[in-house]
């Protein structure tokens, strides 16, 4: 990753300085009017360099912007018409993962509600699609901490809520597929591992695996301990090799990545953050690559390509990684304050973007 601030296109550049200058950029920064919290690539093959960002304000009224680079001038620019107000701050905002654009161009926020937005097909506006509750006997509910959006099967959606539960909706038949009671305490992250096949984090410290066919049982696959039952807030799963999975505990400077095939025991801690880490995303085309990032204002990116063989030849036994005193990232990026969310792009997997304050940046790696 380069550190140079990046727009390209200067006063009086011919197309072809003004195509090398961009090609040389590495970074480029937007800065919303107040501070981003959630925040997602847009998946669509016809709309590149699309993100949405959302605010974290101490009020009713929050927003939505979804932004876009325009690379002929190296400038991230809001469209005016996708801007929305929304309830209370979003904890998560995804866009429908279709690569292929076969489907409405949806995206869907979390917060009291599950809802999912269309954005017409001209761009001219977003309307509120569905506005999903998933607590049948109150009007009321549980605050939502996170979903996510099946890859596989896109009309599921899983939500993670404070009242303990995860619930999968199908958003085709506007119907709650399952609910079930995850936890012992709040569920703060929901990531799918496959067609029905999900997992979870809690602040009871556990990182849990569902199977839909077998609603009845879970299985734990790691419990923090020091001390135990510290919560765990973050998961991610690795899409390209669905045996490892990433979680994040609390206010800890230290990510743990886990065998699925091997549980209790991490295969790798990786700690190289100065402080608490914050966001976790597994390379969208790459089995072995993870980026991490936290309040120490870094963005690590690692290479876990020993991970398998020394897992296989300790027979599942956890093993130190090769370095002394553990794995170094292979990249480091330095931003201007705390780095609260972090997301690789799926469909253009050179980038990746970061938001941190009121700014985000997208950074090609």
Known sequence: MAVSDGGAGGGGCTPEESEEQQKRSEIYTYEAPWHIYAMNWSVRRDKKYRLAIASLLEQYTNRVEIVQLDDSTGEIRSDPNLCFDH???????????????????????????????????????????????????????????????????????????????????????????????????????????????????SADGSVRVFDLRDKEHSTIIYESSEPPDTPLVRLGWNKQDPRYMATIIMDSSKVVVLDIRFPTLPVVELQRHQSSVNAIAWAPHSSCHICTAGDDSQALIWDLSSMGSSTASSGGKSQQPAAEGGLDPILAYTAGAEIEQLQWSSSQPDWVAIAFSSKLQILRV
């Open 87 to 201: 309830p209370y701050p979003p904890t998560k905002t995804m866009f429908v993962p279709d690569r292929d654009c076969l489907r409405p161009d949806l995206l869907a926020t979390s917060a009291d509600f599950l809802r999912i937005w269309r954005i017409a097909d001209d761009s001219s506006r977003v309307e509120l699609k569905l506005l999903l509750n998933g607590n049948k006997n109150s009007e009321f509910c549980g605050p939502l901490t996170s979903f996510d959006w099946n890859d596989t099967e896109p009309r599921r959606i899983g939500t993670s809520s404070i009242d303990t539960t995860c619930t999968i909706w199908d958003i085709e038949r506007e119907v709650v597929d399952t609910q079930l009671i995850a936890h012992d305490k709040e569920v703060y992250d929901i990531a799918w591992g496959g067609l029905g096949v999900f997992a979870s984090v």
